[in-house]
């Protein structure tokens, strides 16, 4: 199942970031150097008695790129950068979901945006399951989950 989650979610990442950001990301096999994200987004996905959550983790000068890109503005302020983040990953979450689960027993939570040392905090302890170069900035994602409600 693991290998399925990763290959889907790889999928989805790279069709998001092309068509919603006009960013290009190239998959990082081995891994990549370098420290955690500014940001960290949790989006949390339960069904068929299982809590689970995606976790994005974007350079802050990977977030403002998307939000530039995407709102069309030349600046762009924390609360545009924060609400693209969520739209990335409700868009990314809900194609996901959708093409893992033919039966639509799993639902999408709201996302939310850390920053700083609490987003660090939510994905500490976690192994990417997957990560990109974007334009020369590393976007990593992390997946958790656990049985039971």
Do not use: H
């Not at 990763?6 to 950001?21: C, D, G, I, P």
């Not at 068929?48 to 995407?70: H, V």
């Not at 739209?87 to 700083?116: C, F, I, R, T």
């Amino acid at each position: 199942m693991k290998e399925i989650l990763v290959r889907k979610l790889k999928e989805v990442t790279s069709e998001v970031l092309e068509t919603m950001f006009y960013l290009v990301p190239e998959d990082l096999e081995g891994g990549s150097p370098g420290g955690e994200g500014e940001y960290v987004v949790e989006i949390p996905i339960e069904g068929g008695g299982t809590k689970a959550a995606i976790y994005l983790s974007f350079s802050s000068n990977l977030a403002e790129q998307m939000a530039t890109n995407f709102l069309a503005e030349g600046e762009v302020s924390q609360p545009m950068i924060i609400d693209v983040l969520k739209e990335a990953a409700n868009m990314m979450g809900g194609n996901l979901v959708s093409a893992l689960d033919k039966k639509g027993e799993w639902k999408l939570g709201q996302p939310q945006v850390y920053q700083g040392v609490e987003a660090y905090g939510m994905v500490i302890g976690l192994e990417p399951v997957c990560e990109f170069d974007v334009d020369g900035e590393i976007l990593r994602i992390y997946a958790a989950g656990r049985r039971g409600g």
